[in-house]
Each structure stands twice: as structure tokens, then as C-alpha cells.
């Protein structure tokens, strides 16, 4: 997911078969506000939320809040912005796990 609300949310579990998105796409450009659950991070570590999806997109600019494993984030123009973090997390802890602009507060 890209910091300005774009979703690219492909199916690539099997190595060299061509991408799939689904029903996702009919989902997701219909909903009048669609909310992404995901991890924060891949299995790697690689940060999940970034600042332009590499994947073709299965909706542009059509998410506005997500909950991942580390936190709720609010899509506005600025980037992502924070609405809450897991007990103990720093913003910088954050932050460097996100490739997207993360924004403190309202």
C-alpha cells in the first residue's frame, strides 16, 4: 500500500505464475471507504507500507485507514498519519520500519 492511498494487493505465492488480484479490485474501487488489515512488515522485514506501489494497482487512492501489526494510520495528503501505535513503540521505531512518510498527531 502506497502512502497516498493506493492499493497493489497482487497474489504472487507461487513462484512464476503471473500475478492475481481477484474480487479486490471490484471491492475496492466501490467502497466509499476502505479500510486495509495487514502486517506492518514482510516475513523479511521489508516495509509493507511504502511511497509508490511497484505492483500493478488493484485501486488508486482508494484506502483511508489502515491497521497493520504495529499500528493505525490514517491515509491524508501528507502521507500516513498516525492515529495509535502498539504500548512501546517509538515514532522513529515506527518510521524506519515504514518507507511512507509517517506524520505524528493530528
Same mark, same amino acid.
Given at each position: 500500500?502506497?502512502?497516498?492511498?493506493?492499493?497493489?494487493?497482487?497474489? *504472487? %505465492? *507461487?513462484?512464476?505464475?503471473?500475478?492475481?488480484?481477484?474480487? %479486490?479490485?471490484?471491492?475496492?474501487?466501490?467502497?466509499?471507504?476502505?479500510?486495509?488489515?495487514?502486517?506492518?512488515? *514482510?516475513?523479511?522485514?521489508?516495509?509493507?507500507?511504502?511511497?509508490?506501489?511497484?505492483?500493478?494497482?488493484?485501486?488508486?487512492?482508494?484506502? *483511508?485507514?489502515?491497521?497493520?501489526?504495529?499500528?493505525?494510520?490514517?491515509?491524508?495528503?501528507?502521507?500516513?498519519?498516525?492515529?495509535?501505535?502498539?504500548?512501546?513503540?517509538?515514532?522513529?521505531?515506527?518510521?524506519?520500519?515504514?518507507? %511512507?512518510?509517517?506524520?505524528?498527531?493530528?
Amino acid at each position: 500500500m502506497a502512502q497516498n492511498g493506493d492499493l497493489a494487493n497482487w497474489s *504472487t %505465492a *507461487t513462484p512464476g505464475a503471473s500475478p492475481a488480484v481477484g474480487g %479486490a479490485m471490484d471491492l475496492a474501487v466501490g467502497a466509499k471507504r476502505l479500510w486495509v488489515v495487514m502486517d506492518h512488515v *514482510t516475513k523479511d522485514g521489508r516495509p509493507k507500507l511504502v511511497r509508490k506501489c511497484v505492483y500493478p494497482l488493484t485501486a488508486p487512492t482508494c484506502v *483511508t485507514r489502515v491497521y497493520t501489526s504495529l499500528a493505525v494510520l490514517d491515509v491524508v495528503p501528507a502521507g500516513l498519519r498516525i492515529v495509535e501505535m502498539v504500548p512501546g513503540l517509538s515514532f522513529e521505531a515506527l518510521q524506519s520500519l515504514t518507507e %511512507a512518510d509517517l506524520i505524528q498527531g493530528e
